[in-house]
């Protein structure tokens, strides 16, 4: 197959997969020029489905960057009301949202991590009021990635720019099942298999879950009427879409008070333009009470910083390593791939879907219940061949879920 002609097919994907696009929806798409030509794709097939509107976002790096490293300290601490008031109205409206990323993993390297931990605090507050309607899938909303220079250069430091985009671009594309013969088909079995394992772990009704490796002694309990899910969501109004592409997982909330042990990541975490490498956490009573990381322990102390549910899980995953994206062999340094070729945790707020009558109570009780709340949702992971994960039930009897990073299940 051509570039061309898996461009057209991943864009395929998005429209039909990863939206479910129908008539008289309507759209809002984030990007940077990077995304332009997918962004294009995508636009007119949704018209060509029948949406309504397209709305774009757009950012550039480059500006990103600059005021980060000259503008005055008050612009990181300035968040205009009326850009949070324009995007929830358009989100009360039913504009879904689709997020096409082209990120530069070492883009804010040269930023003091205080700056950067400033405009996290400042955008998060702000923007809080939107983060429902994803994180309880208010709309339909998917999140893919596209290859940029910057962000092929971080991948394969060693080819010459053109023939490292081709690979990146080769890799995404085997990845997301975009260059089989027919993707949508492919994920439509690949979305069956996922809601297999869902339910297994549903009737399942584990306690807590133990993952073992090395560095790694965790024990993660559940909240009750906890639920598994993974591949395709259901939005409010009951439409089907696939809120990540790839996505591999399997994943549940954990409570936010009742994790102890240690974990150590099994993989580097690209967070907000920086890399965080050879790092860990212990957890007592579900908080983080001590970290260390070989490179950017800075970047870590500002995220746990962020509010009291940074310090806390929100999130659990399980992945097997045999998937296409682990097969590619390489480390994408993109959380969107990486988290998807590894099992992982998320520190910070947690999805409304993993929680029976979660969207009808007050904040307050589901926090009762064990549900983390926070600015952030960061996931980073702990996985692989060497980390066996057991499921144990309220009787003590135990359940191997994924060992030699093969399901047993």
């Known amino acids: 197959?051509?570039?061309?002609?898996?461009?057209?097919?991943?864009?395929?994907?998005?429209?039909?997969?990863g939206l479910g696009l129908k008539p008289d929806d309507k759209l809002i798409i984030y990007l940077n020029e990077d995304c332009l030509p997918l962004a294009r794709l995508v636009s007119k097939k949704a018209f060509q489905k029948g949406v309504i509107d397209i709305r774009l976002e757009f950012n550039d790096d480059i500006m990103a960057l600059e005021r980060f490293l000259f503008a005055p300290d008050r612009a990181l601490e300035f968040f205009p009301a009326y850009r949070v008031e324009y995007m929830e109205n358009l989100l009360k409206d039913g504009y879904n949202r689709l997020s096409l990323l082209a990120e530069d993993p070492d883009l804010l390297k040269p930023v003091d991590p205080a700056r950067i931990a400033t405009w996290q605090r400042t955008a998060g507050k702000a923007m809080k009021p939107l983060q429902k309607y994803t994180m309880e899938n208010k709309v339909k909303w998917c999140v893919v990635g596209v290859a940029c220079p910057a962000w092929a250069k971080?991948?394969?430091?060693?080819?010459?720019?053109?023939?490292g985009m081709r690979k990146l671009w080769n890799n995404i594309f085997a990845?997301?099942?975009?260059?089989?013969?027919?993707?949508?088909?492919?994920?439509?079995?690949?979305?069956?298999?996922?809601?297999?394992?869902?339910?297994?772990?549903?009737?399942?009704?584990?306690?807590?879950?133990?993952?073992?490796?090395?560095?790694?002694?965790?024990?993660?309990?559940?909240?009750?009427?906890?639920?598994?899910?993974g591949?395709?969501?259901r939005s409010e109004a009951g439409e089907v879409f696939m809120p990540n592409i790839p996505t591999e997982e399997i994943f549940?909330?954990?409570?936010?008070?009742?994790?102890?042990?240690?974990?150590?990541?099994?993989?580097?975490?690209?967070?907000?333009?920086?890399?965080?490498?050879d790092f860990h956490f212990t957890f007592k009573d579900?908080?983080?009470?001590?970290?260390?990381?070989?490179?950017?322990?800075?970047?870590?102390?500002?995220?746990?910083?962020?509010?009291?549910?940074?310090?806390?899980l929100g999130e659990i995953a399980l992945?097997?390593?045999?998937?296409?994206?682990?097969?590619?062999?390489?480390?994408f340094k993109n959380t969107l791939f990486d988290e998807n070729a590894s099992c992982h945790f998320a520190l910070g707020a947690a999805y409304s879907e993993n929680l029976k009558g979660a969207t009808e109570r007050e904040a307050e009780a589901n926090r009762r219940l064990g549900m983390n709340d926070s600015l952030i949702h960061v996931d980073f992971m702990v996985g692989g061949r060497d980390v066996t994960v057991t499921g144990v039930k309220s009787d003590g009897s135990q359940v191997v879920l994924l060992k030699d990073g093969e399901w047993q299940i």
């Open 286 to 312: 579900g908080k983080v009470v001590d970290f260390d990381a070989g490179t950017g322990k800075q970047i870590l102390t500002d995220l746990l910083d962020m509010d009291e549910g940074a310090k806390r």
């Open 252 to 277: 549940s909330m954990p409570h936010a008070d009742r994790v102890d042990g240690t974990l150590r990541a099994t993989m580097p975490l690209s967070v907000s333009g920086q890399v965080v490498d």
């Open 231 to 233: 591949g395709s969501s």
């Open 1 to 17: 197959m051509t570039f061309e002609q898996n461009l057209e097919k991943y864009a395929d994907l998005i429209v039909n997969i």
């Open 154 to 163: 971080a991948v394969f430091p060693e080819l010459p720019a053109e023939e």
């Open 319 to 331: 992945v097997a390593a045999n998937s296409p994206i682990s097969n590619t062999g390489i480390l």
């Open 175 to 229: 990845a997301t099942r975009a260059d089989l013969d027919d993707p949508v088909q492919a994920w439509k079995g690949h979305d069956a298999s996922l809601k297999a394992r869902k339910n297994f772990l549903n009737e399942a009704r584990f306690d807590y879950v133990h993952y073992q490796g090395p560095g790694t002694d965790l024990k993660v309990h559940l909240v009750p009427d906890h639920i598994w899910e």
